[in-house]
């Protein structure tokens, strides 16, 4: 019997090579291989399966624990489980700590002026913002399992934080009100990033693409960019509003002077905000200029984070509030940190655990909330000056940590004359880092559908709001993911000459139509969402076929052969429609032939007793099985 190679290249066991499953699928007969099925299994073990392949990736939780011989050694790995600190602190060396505190040194003279300007972004006194980068990094340290991160508020969280709490309390008339809303925000977030994390539902970030982060990422950019000309030109009355129509009017009505561009050096790139500062404040200190017009700081508290557990709202109508809020700006900075994570990982060939991630990061910002800080998660710009320094380990983020502890304590009085307007600099040199220009036209080029879920969430974020360019972001992404669940791709295949591979006619021009024989691929899935779409398709595809090998004085056309091979799963629905067709068919004197079926549908489609309407010849290991099996004179003419 000749080999034949289904589509795709797929050994005929239907294994991987080699496999040492490949008889639990295809068995071998007397006369060749032919389809098979899978061990029956009971419920339990179906419903175990099914669990370990949504939540664990088919992999056994317990599995690292029942290969532990004591009790004690399995307490110590789930400490070691928890608290990765445990485990890869055991091999901390002196040569990792230079690059650490190098790094921690580095990404602290940036993240301390950063700070202050995020908190303004948000509406919050500076000092928490010095705050959330001395309490949230150390907790990430212990529990977190990149080596990259570096901990901090960002500018996308902090704009988007600041744009909900302000519809709630005015920041100015209630401050008090306003902080604590926003450590009820914190709270939540932290709470539903750890129940994500420890539930593992982390697959729910996936359902914002990476073209509607990129363009949700991009608006918030120019957003944010934006909202810093209040400082930087010194206007008085500015909008509260997002969108950029709000805020050019404001510009245009209010604007009475600019400020110089500071040139970007690079390799003080890490650095320069902080010189800037010192030496913006120094020169209005020594000029007064705060008493002609320039808005400074003014007065940053001084002291390490006070505890806020008491101002949590966890009653009231502001508790639920304090939850919505929470619940979007953690996802949304869920998303952005463990899209950072993954980058650094692969560059540096590590594995990054997203569900640890994701605890790390809700255990960080609960801490946080009873700290006097607010969300916080790992930036890409800190991130990756972090990763140019030479950081070995996550506790680059402790020297970062202390270093804002000792400016806390001992420095905060001499930011009173620093300067608004080098604030909003250095906000609007790190946001422009967002814009991601490189990414964009990549998924114009490789994409189209794609790009119009990056530039729906980009001028959502730009003309309305950070909500609404949100909503858009996340409402393409979901539909784009119902299209194509619901209109799955199919193809007509032909053969390539003078062998038994049988290829997509729209990809390979070489291949040929097997005369009297219509050979359909399904490319997805059949549910009951695009089961009639399916089936209305085959039915097109039938009918052009005919039309065309009419044409051509084809004979006339006998098989119609379903290549099931990347059909993963079906379900009833599915199956009826296969009924129908099976029925349409014989209607007009067609048999309908089912190539290469994966276990899981075969399984159903026995248990559906459809093998036996079908008929067990009707259902063939390959294409070139069945092909030659029921059309040899047609094979034999190609």
């Known amino acids: 019997m000749p080999r034949a190679v289904s589509d795709g290249g797929e050994n005929l066991n239907g294994s991987d090579v080699g496999g040492s499953r490949a008889l639990s699928h295809y068995s071998m007969d007397s006369t060749g291989y032919s389809v098979s099925f899978l061990p029956k299994k009971s419920l339990l073990e179906e419903f175990s399966s099914a669990l370990k392949d949504m939540f664990f990736a088919g992999d056994d939780p317990l599995r690292q624990y029942k290969e532990q011989p004591s009790w004690s050694k399995r307490v110590w790995l789930s400490l070691q489980h928890v608290f990765l600190v445990l485990e890869w602190g055991r091999h901390y060396t002196l040569s990792k700590f230079k690059g650490d505190f190098i790094a921690g040194l580095t990404i602290a003279s940036l993240c301390i002026p950063q700070d202050i300007g995020y908190s303004k972004l948000a509406n919050l006194p500076p000092e928490i913002g010095l705050y959330s980068s001395f309490v949230p990094p150390l907790i990430y340290t212990l529990m977190g399992s990149s080596r990259d991160l570096a901990i901090g508020p960002v500018a996308v969280v902090s704009l988007l934080l600041g744009s909900q709490l302000q519809n709630e309390f005015d920041p100015k008339t209630h401050p008090l009100e306003y902080r604590r809303l926003a450590f009820t925000a914190t709270f939540f977030a932290g709470i539903t990033q750890a129940a994500l994390g420890f539930f593992r539902l982390g697959f729910i970030i996936e359902f914002l693409s990476h073209a509607a982060i990129v363009g949700f990422m991009a608006g918030a950019a120019i957003t944010i960019a934006l909202q810093q000309l209040k400082g930087f030109l010194g206007v008085r009355k500015f909008t509260t509003n997002t969108d950029i129509v709000s805020v050019m009017k404001s510009i245009f009505k209010s604007a009475h002077h600019g400020g110089k561009k500071k040139k970007k050096l690079f390799w003080m790139s890490a650095t320069s905000p902080l010189i800037s500062v010192i030496i913006s ?11 002609h017009g320039v808005a400074v700081v003014k007065n940053i508290e001084k002291g ?37 994570g993954r980058t650094f990982a692969a560059m540096k060939d590590y594995q990054l ?42 506790a680059s983020n402790i020297i970062m940590s202390i270093v804002v502890l000792l400016t806390l304590l001992f420095i905060t009085p001499l930011f009173k004359y620093t300067p608004n307007a080098i604030l909003s ?19 114009w080029k490789v994409d189209k559908l ?3 879920a990056c530039l729906g969430a980009f001028l959502g974020v730009v003309f309305s709001s950070v909500e609404y360019g949100l909503l858009i972001a996340v409402s393409i992404s979901i539909a784009k993911i119902l299209i194509q669940a619901t209109r799955p791709k199919t193809a007509l295949l032909g053969n390539l000459p003078r062998t038994a591979i049988y290829k997509k006619i729209e990809q390979y021009q070489e291949v040929t139509t097997v005369p009297g024989v219509v050979i359909v691929q399904v490319d997805s899935a ?3 969402t695009n089961s009639n779409y399916v089936k209305e398709r085959i039915l097109r595809w039938l009918e052009e076929e005919e039309e065309r090998q009419r044409q051509q004085k084809f004979p006339q056309i006998e098989f119609l052969i379903v290549a099931l091979s990347a059909v993963v799963d079906i379900d009833t629905s599915g199956i009826l429609a296969l009924e129908e067709l099976l029925r349409a068919f014989e209607k007009r004197k067609i048999q309908l032939v089912l190539a290469d079926p994966g276990p899981t549908v075969i399984q159903k489609l026995r248990a559906a007793k459809f093998t036996e309407l079908i008929g067990d010849d009707k259902i063939s290991l390959t294409i070139g099985d069945a092909v030659k099996k029921f059309a040899p004179k047609a094979v034999d003419s190609v």
């Open 281 to 291: 404040t120094f020169f209005v200190y020594i000029t007064r200029a705060d008493k």
């Open 304 to 340: 390490i984070n006070p505890p806020s557990a008491s101002r949590i709202y966890f009653s009231g109508p502001f508790l639920l509030k304090g939850f919505k809020i929470g619940v979007v700006a953690g996802l949304i900075a869920l998303t952005e940190v463990i899209a950072i």
């Open 353 to 394: 655990d997203g569900n640890k991630e994701m605890v790390a990061l809700g255990t960080m910002n609960v801490v946080a909330s009873l700290t006097s800080c607010y969300i916080t998660t790992g930036g890409f710009g800190r991130s990756a000056v972090n990763c140019a320094a030479g950081c070995k380990t996550a």
């Open 425 to 443: 600099s250095i906000i609007i040199s790190a946001v422009l880092g967002l814009i991601d220009y490189k990414a964009s036209y990549l998924i």
């Open 450 to 452: 794609d790009f119009l």
């Open 526 to 528: 059949i549910y009951f």
